[in-house]
């Protein structure tokens, strides 16, 4: 009988660590986490639940340390499969709480074009790898979005950085970082790192103004409000973050002009192959609920899945994760190995590529949710059976980084030269 593991996941591009990763995390979360997922849906505010849990799986598990290099207490985890196993991560937290999956992958998310072969900044790892890859829990925050517009932060082929607010004036030896994030994944009292997307010159189209910078969230000009309520993903947490005249060593830009943008950019494509997992993973747990629901009901005197209408869309459901999972995998595989393919992960080219991956996989798990829904009817409706969660967590999924019209508009301007949008 098949199940959530004969949906496609290439066995010749998945290392021993990745499956033993993988492993490890899908027990994790089935013995520690399902038991108190209805509870941690309502710990949205407090988080008294969702930080402990935080801990074991990026302390204790060492997501956190996977992929910091080994002199600064890393597990120095393969660089060719950096993307894989980030992936299998996603998933399998996904297929039981989307929202905690982003909250534990974003932790290091921000720091990518730092943390990874070959534009490791050694300095900058030195001084923050030990504190997330130590004993007690320390949780990275990248924060991108502002009140006005996320998405044309985001739209650098356009905008090209033009509308961010968030500013770094050099005083010095040192950075003064003043602006207003909003929305990033991890803040509120989560957060001990920023990486901080803002611009040395405001107002300015040239792409060397682009900076991120690591802001530690104890400094004085800091603060952050109250966790916002949303439909889903309650184990994330969400807030405004403030920083008013806050000074940082200027060593603390992460690579310099030019090459902060550059490498930005395979921060976003992760982000997009990334979605693509949260999202098959969701759907791999909707595919495991409702396989189980439409055995054991009996409708019209037969299992409710041997009713041609119903077999119909189970088989939708199947496609989907199907289609989803393929088209990841090759850019998963795209992602890890560019001596192959022949374009990095951070060319403005695949990044836009990317995009339509996070577009399908968005409408993908959506559908997905709904049609279980359509199975269950009331019954999916209801909180005790599962599907509702997914359906309120997966909306997001589509949404984040720039909206659906940006990774659109942005997929086209790559597949079709767009040069006025
Ligand atoms: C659970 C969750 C987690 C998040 N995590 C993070 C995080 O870690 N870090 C972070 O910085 N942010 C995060 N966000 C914020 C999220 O990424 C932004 O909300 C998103 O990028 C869109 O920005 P916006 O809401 O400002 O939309 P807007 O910029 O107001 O865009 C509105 C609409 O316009 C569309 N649009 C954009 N450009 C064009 C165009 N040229 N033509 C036509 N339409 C266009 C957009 O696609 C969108 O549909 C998170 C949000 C949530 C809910």
């Not at 801990?55 to 996977?66: C, F, I």
């Not at 010159?201 to 400094?219: E, H, M, R």
Request: aromatic share 10%.
């Amino acid at each position: 009988m098949p199940t959530i593991d004969d949906f496609i996941r290439p066995k010749e591009w998945t290392s021993d660590v990745v499956l033993q990763t993988g492993q490890a995390v899908r027990k994790w979360a089935e013995k520690r986490y399902r038991p108190i997922l209805e509870q941690v849906d309502e710990d949205w505010k407090e988080h008294k639940l969702i930080e402990p849990l935080l801990k074991e799986v990026l302390v204790d598990l060492g997501l956190n340390a996977a992929f910091f290099p080994a002199e600064v207490g890393g597990n120095d985890m393969p660089q060719d499969q950096v993307m894989a196993l980030t992936s299998v991560v996603c998933e399998e937290l996904s297929r039981v709480d989307a929202g905690f999956a982003t909250a534990a992958i974003c932790s290091t998310w921000g720091l990518v074009p730092i943390m990874l072969e070959p534009h490791r900044n050694m300095e900058l790892l030195k001084e923050f790898g030990p504190k997330f890859c130590g004993k007690e829990l320390y949780v990275g925050c990248h924060a991108i979005t502002e009140p006005a517009s996320g998405a044309d932060v985001e739209n650098l082929g356009v905008m090209k950085g033009k509308t961010i607010q968030t500013t770094a004036t050099l005083d010095g030896d040192e950075w003064v970082i003043n602006g207003h994030k909003i929305w990033p994944t991890n803040s509120g009292k989560v957060g001990d790192l920023y990486s901080v997307v803002c611009t040395t010159q405001k107002g300015s189209t040239d792409l060397n103004d682009f900076a991120v910078i690591l802001v530690p969230a104890d400094l004085e000009g800091v603060s952050v409000g109250s966790p916002y309520q949303k439909a889903g993903m309650a184990a994330d947490i969400n807030t405004d973050v403030w920083f008013d005249n806050v000074r940082v060593p200027k060593r603390y830009r992460m690579h310099g002009p030019g090459d902060d943008v550059k490498y930005w950019r395979r921060t976003v494509s992760m982000g997009q192959i990334g979605a693509a997992a949260f999202s098959v993973g969701v759907m791999k747990g909707v595919y495991e609920i409702i396989k189980r629901w439409t055995t054991e009901r009996v409708i019209a005197g037969k299992p409710l899945k041997e009713h041609s209408i119903c077999a119909d869309m189970l088989s939708e459901v199947a496609m989907l994760i199907e289609s989803t999972s393929a088209w990841m995998w090759t850019y998963i595989r795209e992602w890890d190995h560019p001596e192959i393919y022949g374009k990095e992960p951070w060319d403005e080219d695949f990044t836009l590529k990317t995009r339509g991956l996070a577009v399908h996989a968005g409408i993908a798990v959506e559908q997905a949710c709904s049609r279980a829904m359509d199975f269950m009817s009331s019954y999916g409706y209801a909180r005790e059976f599962g599907i509702e969660k997914h359906w309120r967590d997966c909306k997001i999924i589509g949404l984040w980084m720039g909206g659906r019209a940006l990774k659109t508009l942005e997929n086209a301007r790559y597949w079709y030269d767009l040069e006025t949008l």
